[in-house]
């Protein structure tokens, strides 16, 4: 599946930026193939707007923002969050600006401390919803902003797979004497899963440290939620009560990367466990996974007979079930018609 050339995939929200990055003026940022200016207006939201000045294309990210609109470098037009020019320096004061004058917009949102975009008037499924995040007691750390190369397809069946805990994260947490997976029950959504297992895992001690147990072999309570296309949460729960949620989205930037935004949240405090060492922990596991899914082909298949399959893939292939309705229904244009929803043993 080429994601730049699938038209349903933009009828999705990504997050594509942390809000953070657009103190500093506009910026620029690729969704799906599609150049994109974003900055934060006068109200200090974000906005998104083709990459492009309307008058000789030269690329608004290059410009500076000026009372909550981007100004193009090239001649000093203007442009508001909806794409209408507000000036042009050139033309006598008081002249009316035409109508043509103007660069495409796209839905624009801010949530947990990200700006969002959808290229679509018409979003198959709302920004997710992370009750955890609006919780006061909990912290929320942003810990990976970075470029991939591989598919969020990958990333995604990554996320949900017991089977490779004991190879590739055998430095980290992996049981290296039980490979065999942990079962599952999956329960089908109507676009995405959600998928629950008890997962034996090694503690090393810096994980003990973080968790404030003492023991080398323990269990993890996992909720996993896949929201299609390419986001998920995986909500780890440990027998002493901590919660470790973690928020993972591969944005497509284009056929071959993807865009990986990862924050986690946590029941705990700062003095229970430092925001650094958190990051630390998460960063070798995510760098194990990373060094194996960028060697994966990027035109991942989701077509079920194009790869061979165990059980405990049955997450990738109900997530690839999803999308080829999703694309067949878009080809089609006829409405789409959600799977049945029910739980599976796996």
């Keep these: 599946m080429l ?72 001649h000093g037009w203007s442009f508001d969050g909806a794409g209408t020019c507000t000036d042009v320096p050139q033309l006598d004061p008081g002249a009316a600006i035409p109508k043509t004058y103007r660069v495409t917009a796209f839905q624009c949102a801010e949530r947990y401390g990200y700006a969002w975009v959808c290229l679509s008037d018409d979003p198959l499924l709302p920004i997710p919803e992370i009750p955890e995040a609006e919780a006061a007691e909990h912290r929320l750390i942003p810990q990976f902003y970075e470029p991939w190369q591989c598919s969020g397809l990958r990333v995604m069946e990554n996320s949900f797979d017991n089977a490779h805990f004991s190879i590739v994260h055998a430095e980290s947490f992996g049981v290296t004497e ?27 001690p810096i994980q003990q440290q973080l968790l404030n147990i003492p023991d080398t072999l323990t269990v993890r309570q996992v909720e996993s939620t896949w929201y299609a296309p390419f986001s998920r949460t995986l909500k780890i729960t440990y027998p002493n009560g901590l919660m470790h949620l973690i928020f993972t989205a591969a944005t497509p ?17 700062e003095a229970d466990a430092s925001t650094e060492s958190i990051i630390a922990f998460d960063r070798q596991v995510v760098d194990e996974d990373k060094r194996v899914l960028e060697s994966t082909d990027y035109d991942t298949p989701i077509d079920i ?8 893939d049955q997450p990738g292939i109900l997530m690839r079930r999803q999308l080829s309705m999703l694309i067949r229904s878009e080809h089609s244009n006829h409405k789409l018609v959600p799977e049945k929803q029910g739980a599976t043993q796996v």
């Excluded at 906005?47 to 000026?66: E, F, I, P, Q, W």
């Excluded at 930037?253 to 405090?269: E, L």
């Design 253 to 269: 930037v284009s056929d071959r990367t993807s865009q990986i935004v990862q924050f986690c949240i946590r029941n705990d405090t």
């Design 178 to 204: 039980q490979p065999k997976p942990a079962k599952s029950e999956i329960v089908s959504l109507e676009l995405g899963l959600k998928v629950y297992a008890t997962v034996p895992v090694v503690n090393p």
């Design 305 to 312: 007979a194009a790869e061979q399959h165990i059980p405990s």
């Design 3 to 74: 994601v730049t050339q699938e038209p349903v995939l933009r009828r999705f929200w990504y997050p594509v930026m942390p809000l953070a990055q657009l103190m500093d003026g506009p910026q620029s940022f690729t969704l799906l193939g599609q150049p994109l200016v974003l900055w934060l207006d006068r109200d200090g939201k974000p906005a998104a707007l083709g990459d492009r000045c309307c008058h000789r294309s030269a690329k608004l990210s290059m410009g500076t923002v000026n009372d909550g609109c981007v100004r193009c470098p090239y």
